[in-house]
């Protein structure tokens, strides 16, 4: 790669775009326009009303072939959204599409700026100015254009990784779904029905679990986590974590060479496993042994032994018999799959309610969490479907909902955000009282209900006639009587304006969502970006709401927010979708913004090989002597090692030094005071 020099003759166009009155109603347009005129290569500058409609395109394909450009500059809105725009026209001009440059005078300085019009005017041209420089330095470059692996992964089976895996599976995809726990079916599988139209929620799921088990592309990994990875979009290398069950599946078993054997789902090892714990799955309110399964309609049906619990006493090998399926020394295996591109469905947590005291969570017998509610009501739960009042027993007839637990806190303790279900929820627990439990009375203290989905407000109606009672104010507080054990919420309601103090038998905290545990870890693994809240980044909010900028990695469900089950479910049909296209592509072209050594400048002193974070860079021997090699595909043009090199030997594509010089000059030199 030689060193790029200036181009001979730079001719740069610039278009300034109105946005209708987004730029136009506080920057002066005509005044830009002239300005951009006046700077050095410019030799055509104008304006339009909405730069991105095809008349504003066709703009500027015939100013480049008028006035034979060699750079566009476009003064308009954020180029993550109309980059891709202009950069098409460009080309249909006959420029190559990377000679094209675009200055945000919308989104970093009309929005900001709105009732300061000369200072916007002024920054505009700057923005300009600076834009014009880069543009006048601006080279060719050519995307390179890479394979794309016929197989995909999803990590995280809830509701919404099940449906996405199924989608990419149905297209003839080969499709590695993970999921960390010993089962599919994530948050989904322990509600107990579902609004508004109050289905049970697993004889919904299970036929998808089933379905999902059955499927022959999808090669389901359970009980395994992601350890690491490598690569880029069509080509991904991750290593992945098989955690030691200690139970063998009947293909594991034959592997072994153990006929006929492996794990059949008899249970027969449980009920002699000494060891209790309590079960995470019922939340705690119900045991499970050291050898486990969550939940009747676990898929696979395959035991799972809990080691930290686990006293290796053998009892469970000796009541397995025949099937020899329990392996007490099993050990965790790392197995490494190829895919092109990635869907992360990582779901959530319940928000820690405790750390908001005043509500006495953990701290009164009787005030619950709503996914609590949902295993107390559901049939298969702990009690059978009976709610009871932990502190006795007792059936609860005045029972209050605390909504907003948590969520859309300001405090710094919880969550800014809201949850988005939890209102709707609380509607479907009231009706489940008031239908299981004659007399029984629902008390929703909510701070406005959002009914936003279809037939949600209908329902929030049919609550409202069933006799719910609702009470507009955020509580305050909750106290217990010590002996009877029953609750005083006490609040303001907001629409009589006086504060109310109200006594139940039970309270049910409709707590925060926020993101999965092992989100955090899962996201820097595959280098996509979290909001401030946590929940994953995607692409652009309403034009690319399933992708990420990652190339290759795509988001379902609630790890990009809280979504109910349509939601998530709709989500993960797109970023199945998304995920798909490069692989039935079957190559992707990947922007050409990469390293390049200067091999004359580069000492082979080898030291900016450990700071690549992606492992793009090598040292290579040539002509007797060493020298630095970028593996394009791997390198993500981040800069670090062009900033780094001592020697000035690394040439970033598209950033490069004297591009970036020529834009601080710009900027420090160029400006008209
Ligand atoms: P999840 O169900 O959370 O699934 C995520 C999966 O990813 C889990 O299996 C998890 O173990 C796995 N995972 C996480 N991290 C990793 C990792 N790093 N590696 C591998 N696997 C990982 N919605 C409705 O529409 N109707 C209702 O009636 C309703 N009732 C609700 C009641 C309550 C009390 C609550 C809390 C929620 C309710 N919801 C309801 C919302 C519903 O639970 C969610 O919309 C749905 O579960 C989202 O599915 P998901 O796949 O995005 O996430
Ligand atoms: Fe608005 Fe951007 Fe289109 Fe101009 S190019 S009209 S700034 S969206
Ligand atoms: Fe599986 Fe053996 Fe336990 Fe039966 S006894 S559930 S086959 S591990
Ligand atoms: Fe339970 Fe472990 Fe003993 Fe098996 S070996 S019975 S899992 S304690
Ligand atoms: Fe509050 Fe309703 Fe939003 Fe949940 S969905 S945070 S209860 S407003
Ligand atoms: Fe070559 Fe610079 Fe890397 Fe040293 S730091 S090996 S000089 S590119
Ligand atoms: Fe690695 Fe340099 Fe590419 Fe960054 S720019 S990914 S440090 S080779």
Redesign the pocket.
């Known amino acids: 790669m030689a060193e790029v020099k200036k181009n001979e003759e730079p001719r740069i166009g610039v278009f300034v775009c109105h946005c209708g009155t987004n730029i136009a109603g506080s920057v002066n347009i005509q005044e830009v326009k002239d300005y951009a005129a006046s700077l050095p290569n410019v030799v055509v500058s104008n304006d339009y009303q909405y730069m991105c409609s095809t008349p504003g395109q066709n703009m500027i394909v015939e100013a480049i072939k008028e006035h034979n450009l060699s750079g566009v500059v476009v003064a308009a809105c954020s180029p993550r959204l109309h980059e891709p725009t202009f950069r098409n026209a460009t080309k249909t001009g006959g420029l190559n599409p990377f000679r094209f440059e675009m200055a945000n005078i919308r989104e970093q300085n009309s929005w900001v700026h709105m009732h300061q019009p000369e200072e916007a005017t002024k920054k505009a041209k700057d923005a300009i100015r600076i834009a014009v420089a880069k543009a006048s330095l601006l080279q060719d470059l050519h995307p390179k254009s890479v394979p794309v692996e016929k197989a995909a992964m999803v990590v995280g089976a809830g509701v919404g990784g099940m449906q996405a895996a199924l989608d990419l599976a149905n297209a003839g995809i080969k499709t590695y779904l993970v999921e960390k726990t010993p089962t599919i079916g994530g948050r989904m599988s322990q509600l107990d029905k579902t609004f508004p139209t109050l289905d049970c929620s697993q004889c919904i799921l299970t036929p998808k679990m089933v379905d999902v088990y059955r499927n022959e592309n999808i090669e389901l990994l359970t009980y395994t986590e992601v350890e690491g990875v490598e690569g880029y979009i069509g080509n991904f290398d991750v290593t992945l974590r098989k955690k030691a069950r200690?139970v063998l599946t009947p293909d594991e078993a034959e592997a072994r060479g153990i006929v006929g054997g492996g794990c059949n789902g008899c249970g027969d090892?449980v009920d002699?496993?000494?060891?209790i714990k309590p079960n995470p799955f019922e939340l705690g309110m119900a045991p499970r042994?050291?050898?486990y399964i969550y939940h009747p309609q676990v898929v696979p049906l395959i035991y799972t032994?809990d080691f930290d619990s686990?006293?290796?006493?053998?009892?469970?090998?000796d009541a397995c018999g025949d099937k020899k399926a329990?392996d007490?020394e099993m050990q965790d295996e790392l197995m490494t799959v190829k895919v092109g591109t990635v869907i992360l469905a990582t779901g959530y947590d319940i928000f820690p309610i405790e750390k908001k005291p005043e509500w006495g969570y953990k701290n009164y017998d009787n005030v619950i969490t709503s996914l609590e509610f949902e295993r107390l009501i559901c049939a298969s739960g702990p009690t059978g479907g009976k709610l009871i009042r932990p502190s006795d027993g007792a059936t609860p007839k005045r029972v209050g909902f605390v909504l907003c637990a948590g969520s859309r806190d300001n405090t710094g303790v919880g969550r800014p955000y809201c949850s988005r279900f939890c209102c709707m929820y609380s509607l479907k627990h009231a009706h489940q009282i008031i239908e299981k439990i004659p007399g029984a009375v629902p008390y929703i203290f909510y701070m406005d209900i959002r009914s936003f989905g279809k037939m949600y407000e209908e329902f929030y109606y049919r609550i409202q006639d069933e006799g719910a009672k609702f009470i507009r104010g955020r509580v305050a507080n909750i106290l217990e009587d010590p002996e009877t054990k029953n609750l005083y919420i006490k609040a303001e309601d907001t629409l009589l304006g006086r504060p109310v103090d109200v006594e139940v038998d039970m309270v049910v905290l409709a707590a925060a969502v926020q993101p999965s545990a092992e989100t955090e870890r899962t996201r820097r693994l595959f280098g996509v970006s979290c909001s401030q809240d946590g929940w994953l980044l995607e692409a652009h909010p309403k034009l690319n709401p399933c992708g990420t900028t990652t190339a290759g990695v795509y988001l379902a469900g609630v790890c990009q927010g809280p979504k109910d089950i349509p939601d998530t479910v709709a989500q993960a049909e797109g970023a199945a979708s998304a995920a798909s296209i490069p692989i039935h592509k079957g190559a992707v072209e990947l922007e050409p913004y990469f390293a390049q050594c200067i091999e004359e400048k580069c000492a082979g002193c080898g030291l900016c090989v450990n700071l690549c974070p992606y492992q793009a860079l090598s040292l290579v021997e040539k002509n007797g002597r060493k020298v630095m090699q970028v593996t394009e595909a791997k390198c993500k043009g981040c800069g670090t090692c062009g900033g780094f090199c001592p020697g000035g030997a690394i040439w970033m594509q598209h950033f490069a030094t004297p591009q970036i010089i020529a834009q601080i000059d710009a900027f420090l030199l160029g400006g008209e005071e």
């Open positions: 200690g090892c002699v496993c000494p060891v042994k050291a050898i032994i686990c006293v290796k006493c053998g009892l469970c090998v329990i007490l």
